[in-house]
């Protein structure tokens, strides 16, 4: 398979506080990879690096082949690679189907067409029958499935999802797991930043582990489970 992303020897700065150093990982075309590492190891950062959000001080971010490296985010979702937030961005006074809408619009300018293809982002999420409601009445886990609602409206090819199971109960992550598994047989490539195990050890095929902004681990989730700099890195340093 392809390789639709790459990114290569990262690092990023914060002032004086270095949050990635030298990272480069490899997507391949419709994987599912895992992004895990304790708080502050660098993933957000790494992900905002991919995105545009942020212009890596070192290293490039290639997409299908293109280099992207510190182009401005809207124009690299444009491209079909974009993310969610890890803090939820739904505009709250507006409802669910005109938050989904400023997704689609990036990608139709009809609006016709932007409205079919919010209601079909919308449905995939399983927020049907809900498309009228406040998103800031949503119950914290509609809120996780409106931001995914929102990114799937821009219609990528590469989704970066940043701790979207975070605060969901076990039925929830499930059915969440569920949706992540069904876009991706649809053919999006997914990066998923997770602290919840059960919400990517079961779909990723790829583990890929930051620790202090570096890159300590790369490998099936298995070998992950097992592997020692990991599980210093998780309970190490207590
Ligand atoms: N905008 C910023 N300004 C200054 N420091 C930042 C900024 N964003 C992140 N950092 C710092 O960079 C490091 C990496 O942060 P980052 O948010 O990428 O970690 P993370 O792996 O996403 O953590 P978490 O699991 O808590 O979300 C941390 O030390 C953090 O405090
Ligand atoms: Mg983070």
Known sequence: MKN?????????????LQALNNVSITIKEHEIVGLIGPNGAGKTTLLNCITGFYKPLKGKVFYKGMEVTGLKPHKICKMGLTKTFQIIRAFKSLSVLDNVLI?????????????????????????????????????????????LARALATKPDVLLLDEIAAGLNPVEVSGLVETLREINREGLTLIIVEHVMQAIMPIAKKIVVLHGGRKIAEGPPEEIKRNERVIEAYFGEE
């Open 4 to 16: 639709v992303l790459e990114a290569k020897n990262v690092s990023m700065w914060f002032g004086g």
């Open 103 to 147: 997704g689609a619009l990036l990608r139709s300018s009809k609006m016709d067409e932007a409205l079919s293809i919010s209601r079909e982002a919308i449905e995939k999420v399983g927020l049907r029958g809900k498309e009228e409601m406040t998103a800031g009445n949503l119950t914290p886990a509609d809120q996780r499935s409106l931001e």
